[in-house]
């Protein structure tokens, strides 16, 4: 009897504690709450295994963070009007997604996964691109371009350059019109496929790209207390997550003061501080006024000059942060999607208005979504009502720009 009224008291604790580690709290306009709120709880329950096994000892934490990743969300492609076929670019392994309705001579899209430049595959994020060859009946070459931290810049920015040239030479022998294609990708995806545009602008020797296509990209590290990284920090992408993958895809190792670093903005050297870098291109004046900065960031002076000053060159590097292009005029015309509770709002509005300031032609749509709604596994037939209107406006986007 004892033992029976000990239960009665502790199995609701222990339910209560679960419910309060699993429940997320999420802004009450947010669309489909129940369903993120259930995805959310999946990924701290991933997490929660992914610590413990480290712990274990059954191997580091990214390697099986991809081990748990990839198990979930593999699977055969459900896409009876999609063909899938590996093929290799030079040396980088690629995925050619075909619609069966599509053209002999067809346009085309280079897809560039996202997954902070250390997680992910075409496999993994088959039914999303599946998705965007049949909604918009376009031939989809997905890039598996190698991995952070073991590949830092500029090898996936390298592979990415490379499947995209490799299209734009002989993409007539694979049935692909190469004056019709553009490059895509959603979140480090995206900052890639901003990099290849940008890249691709300055070379007059090949046809120029038609397009790009932008979900939620990364596209700075510079300031890391705008708005939205100080009010969106969801399961989907954490401000700690996002710092982790800068230092992992620029080649650094992940300390907890180079991680407080990025996080605090002491990241940066004063001489950057004055720049035109941090003066114009993240400037608050590029955000709508609602999304500006009312304070000064409380930042410190506890620089660390030697780590500051080994991040300078790269901070600016415009192949690796595209914010930091001096010059965007030879832009192809942009679609820039982004989520309102994503920490990466705020640089992808910056993005489409200094698009729009060198003349390029943007449309900027901002989603009301968390980061990462554009997920779909191959078996899985369940998708956000966001991922469909994004469908809807990038198919309308893509035919305009055929015309």
Same mark, same amino acid.
């Given at each position: 009897?004892?033992?029976?009224? +000990? ?14 580690? $699993? ?10 709450? /129940?369903?993120? =709120? ?13 610590? &413990?096994?480290?712990? +274990?000892?059954?191997? #580091? ?12 969300? #593999? ?41 902070? /430049? ?16 049949? /909604? ?8 598996? %371009?190698?991995?952070?931290? @073991? ?7 390298? !592979? ?59 596209? =700075?590290?510079?300031?890391? *207390?705008?708005?939205? %990284? ?13 710092? *982790?993958? %800068?230092? /992992? ?49 409380? @930042?410190?002076? *506890?620089?660390? &000059? ?8 790269? $901070? ?17 015309? #942009? $679609? ?7 920490? $990466?709002?705020? @640089?992808?509005?910056?993005?489409? @208005? ?32 966001? &991922?469909? !209107? ?14």
């Amino acid at each position: 009897m004892k033992c029976l009224q +000990l239960c009665t008291i502790i199995l609701p604790v222990i339910t209560a504690l679960i419910v309060y580690f $699993l429940y997320t709290p999420l802004p009450p306009d947010l669309e489909q709450r /129940w369903a993120i =709120q259930q995805q959310f709880a999946m990924m701290k329950i991933g997490s929660a295994i992914i610590c &413990m096994a480290e712990r +274990l000892g059954y191997g #580091s934490h990214i390697n099986i963070s991809r081990a748990v990743f990839n198990t979930v969300a #593999s699977g055969t492609l459900n896409q009876d009007n999609v063909t899938m076929t590996d093929a290799m670019f030079g040396t980088v392994p690629v995925t050619i997604f075909r619609p069966r309705t599509a053209s002999d001579l067809s346009p085309a899209l280079l897809f560039f996964h996202g997954g902070g /430049w250390v997680f992910a595959s075409t496999a993994v994020l088959a039914g999303g691109i599946a998705d965007i060859a049949d /909604w918009l009946n376009v031939v989809v070459v997905s890039v598996d %371009y190698r991995l952070a931290p @073991e590949n830092p810049f500029p090898a996936p920015f390298d !592979d990415c350059v490379t499947a995209t040239v490799h299209l734009l030479h002989n993409g007539h022998s694979l049935g692909i019109d190469v004056n019709n294609i553009g490059v895509a990708g959603d979140s480090s995806g995206g900052n890639l496929a901003a990099a290849v545009a940008l890249r691709l602008s300055e070379d007059t020797t090949l046809p120029k790209l038609k397009y790009q296509i932008l979900l939620y990209p990364v596209l =700075q590290a510079f300031d890391t *207390k705008l708005t939205s %990284y100080m009010e969106n920090s969801y399961e989907s992408l954490y401000r700690e997550t996002i710092g *982790k993958a %800068y230092l /992992w895809y620029i080649g650094r190792d992940v300390l907890k003061t180079s991680e407080q670093a990025i996080l605090s903005n002491n990241h940066l050297t004063p001489a950057l501080k004055k720049s035109v870098y941090y003066n114009s291109f993240v400037h608050q004046n590029l955000l709508p006024i609602k999304y500006r900065r009312k304070d000064s960031p409380d @930042e410190t002076d *506890k620089i660390n &000059m030697t780590f500051a000053k080994s991040l300078e060159a790269l $901070l600016i590097n415009p192949y690796i942060f595209p914010l930091m292009a001096k010059d965007l005029s030879k832009m192809p015309p #942009s $679609l820039v999607i982004t989520s309102e509770y994503d920490i $990466l709002r705020d @640089e992808g509005f910056m993005f489409a @208005e200094r698009l729009r300031q060198y003349g390029v032609k943007v449309q900027h749509n901002n989603l009301n979504a968390v980061h990462g709604f554009f997920f779909r596994p191959p078996e899985e037939t369940f998708r956000y009502n966001t &991922m469909l !209107d994004t469908l809807n406006i990038m198919t309308i986007y893509f035919r305009q720009q055929l015309k």
